[in-house]
């Protein structure tokens, strides 16, 4: 490391400069916009701080279901993670521990499902969904995203099981522990930094989903947030402050979970991919 | 049964017949048969289903009935599909060409333990927290010819119709894309580069090599899995992806950002071609299978061999 940094590294610096701006100048674009008066959009210059900044914007947003739209994100996001993480985990066990043919089987399969690009699969998906009923209900949304959520979660829990000591679960089986109960007593909470970052990561994923919920849902009532910014823009045509307001206020709980927790977040952006 | 269970059975006959029924060594296969059939109901039977679906008329209301290869015959030569195709060709070359350098550089940028680099890192992880459907949204009115960002700086170059004009929407798109992605992949380098041993570079350094020799024959060597891997995660993205797309330009203007993904929504659920747009979706399926066995392959060590080593 020293080596590295006895001089300046002056194309380093530029280039993380010059994507600095790159990054933050439509994030800038996206604040200020949303606190400037809807008259002087059309005015004032796009990029300069609002003379006299307002949460007008917001309080259009929150008016218009927006609060509803949340709740149907948290209701899909938080029952998808969990039932991911819950199956994932036993799975990731099974797969770790039983050295049957079949379970190895599984596990190939798992992998190749990976590769799988969902977009391909929407017509089928869409055919399932209506054959079953499920059409414009969230679980529509809620089942399939388990099911293409399962393989990089088993994937990266695996790797996490494996690193347990094989001692642990022996001594565990000689003091009569079924094997459900070294599930829930020894693989759960010794894993549980990988279940956190597992659950970041599909949470990150089914928040910001947008194919699904536009092919396998229709009505408000049933509305999640990525989509519901679409449709604002249908409606707010010309408001463009409230359309950004509905961006921001939709962002605003991942940044919450970023500034807390950091670390699990970028983990889990990378996890299973990187070595 | 294992074989350590059949080893054990002997030593039960001699044991008190109290003794309780002979242990399974291992959990039981039930207990990953709930994400199996999940796995298996809600992607395998997709994965089959549009084959089948690919060869029926479905409007996507009543019934499909049998087509044979009509639909094949119809899509393969359409000049709207080809069209796509060279399309998505285009957009996976050109943003793997954007990207693919950039979030190298950045990796190996933030990978140092410089405090601003710290910062810049943190700031450089913003795009991944919006939704495409954000991105998109947020990008359209920052690229609005009248109110946009042209406007802002008074500068000629960047007042254009950017996403209006059919010559400028496709590079508008991978620039957009690249924005959303070279975050993430910038990350998978980052974590990369801090992996080299430093007595590599420290090496390096003892025999005079330059920074631009030690990054082209110790860096970059070195990240070659990460290379392989960050590459396979963006052509498959970009040969399938959808979202920002959609509610960017819907295709526009014409057809002039209609990649393969598009055209498979809108001839489905535009134009209730469900039969064309799972023939576009088996292209796909192909497409993307294919690159990414290919490149493991073209990488040597696959990420998926790697992990299912020491099973």
Redesign the interface.
């Known amino acids: 490391m020293r080596a590295r940094t006895q001089r300046p590294n002056v194309v380093g610096g530029l280039v993380g400069t010059l994507w600095l701006v790159v990054t933050l100048v439509p994030i800038y674009y996206i604040v200020v916009t949303s606190v400037r008066p809807r008259a002087d959009y059309f005015t004032s210059n796009p990029l300069s701080i609002p003379a006299e900044p307002t949460l007008t914007a917001y309080r259009e947003v929150l008016a218009a279901d927006f609060t509803k739209y949340l709740v149907n994100s948290v209701v899909v996001t938080v029952a998808t993670v969990a039932v991911t993480v819950a199956l994932s985990l036993m799975a990731a066990y099974v797969i770790v521990h039983n050295r049957s043919a079949l379970s190895r089987r599984a596990f190939e399969v798992l992998l190749l499902g990976i590769a799988i690009p969902i977009q391909a699969t929407i017509v089928p998906v869409y055919y399932l969904i209506v054959r079953l009923g499920l059409y414009d209900t969230l679980w529509a949304l809620i089942l399939p995203s388990i099911a293409f959520a399962i393989p990089i979660s088993v994937l990266i829990l695996v790797n996490f099981v494996r690193d347990i000591p094989r001692e642990l679960f022996e001594s565990m089986r000689l003091d009569g522990a079924s094997e459900w109960s070294l599930l829930w007593r020894l693989v759960t909470p010794m894993t549980m930094p990988a279940i956190i970052t597992v659950a970041i990561y599909d949470a990150l994923n089914v928040w910001n989903a947008f194919l699904f919920p536009l092919i396998l849902t229709q009505s408000a009532d049933k509305r999640v947030l990525p989509l519901s910014l679409w449709t604002f823009q249908g409606s707010f045509t010309v408001n463009v402050p409230a359309i950004l307001a509905a961006v921001v206020l939709s962002v605003l709980p991942l940044l919450v979970v970023y500034a807390i927790g950091r670390r699990f977040l970028v983990s889990g952006m990378t996890a299973g991919f990187s070595k | 049964m294992?074989v350590a269970d059949r080893v054990r059975e002997p030593r039960q006959t001699t044991s008190p017949p109290v003794q309780p029924r002979p242990?399974?060594?291992?959990?039981?296969?039930v207990?990953?048969a709930?994400?199996?059939a999940?796995?298996a109901?809600?992607?395998?039977?997709?994965?089959v289903?549009?084959v089948?679906?690919s060869f029926t008329t479905?409007d996507?209301l009543g019934t499909?009935t049998w087509a044979g290869t009509a639909n094949w015959a119809g899509v393969l030569s359409d000049p709207v599909t080809q069209h796509a195709i060279r399309l998505s060709v285009i957009l996976t070359v050109a943003s793997w060409l954007v990207q693919c350098p950039?979030s190298l550089?950045?990796g190996?940028?933030?990978a140092?333990?410089?405090r601003y680099?710290a910062v810049?890192s943190?700031?450089?992880?913003?795009?991944?927290?919006?939704?495409?459907?954000?991105v998109g949204?947020?990008?359209?009115?920052?690229l609005d010819p009248n109110?946009?960002?042209g406007?802002?700086?008074g500068i000629d170059w960047l007042n254009k119709d950017w996403l209006g004009d059919p010559s400028l929407s496709m590079p508008t798109l991978v620039f957009v894309i690249a924005?959303c992605f070279?975050?993430?992949h910038s990350?998978?380098y980052q974590?990369?580069a801090r992996?080299i041993p430093?007595s590599l570079?420290?090496a390096?350094?003892l025999d005079g090599a330059g920074?631009t020799a030690t990054f082209f024959h110790i860096t970059l060597p070195q990240l070659k899995?990460?290379i392989v891997?960050?590459s396979t995660?963006m052509i498959?993205g970009s040969?399938?992806?959808?979202?920002l797309i959609?509610?960017m330009t819907n295709g526009g203007p014409g057809n002039a950002t209609r990649v393969l993904?598009l055209d498979?929504?809108l001839r489905?659920?535009r134009s209730y071609d469900?039969g064309g747009?799972?023939v576009v979706?088996?292209l796909?399926?192909v497409v993307?299978?294919a690159v990414?066995?290919l490149l493991n392959r073209l990488g040597g060590s696959s990420?998926?061999d790697?992990?299912?080593d020491?099973?």
């Open positions: 294992t242990r399974r060594v291992g959990p039981p296969l207990m990953s709930p994400a199996m999940f796995f109901f809600f992607a395998i039977v997709p994965l289903g549009v089948i679906l479905w996507g499909p950039t550089l950045l190996v940028f933030m140092g333990r410089q680099r810049y943190v700031l450089f992880f913003l795009p991944l927290l919006f939704s495409a459907a954000a949204i947020a990008y359209k009115s920052l109110f946009g960002l406007t802002a700086l924005w070279i975050p993430f990350l998978l974590a990369a992996q430093p570079y420290e390096a350094t920074r899995n990460t891997t960050s995660l498959v040969l399938t992806y959808f979202d959609f509610v993904p498979m929504y489905g659920f469900m747009a799972a979706g088996v796909l399926v993307g299978l990414s066995f990420r998926m790697s992990q299912m020491g099973l």
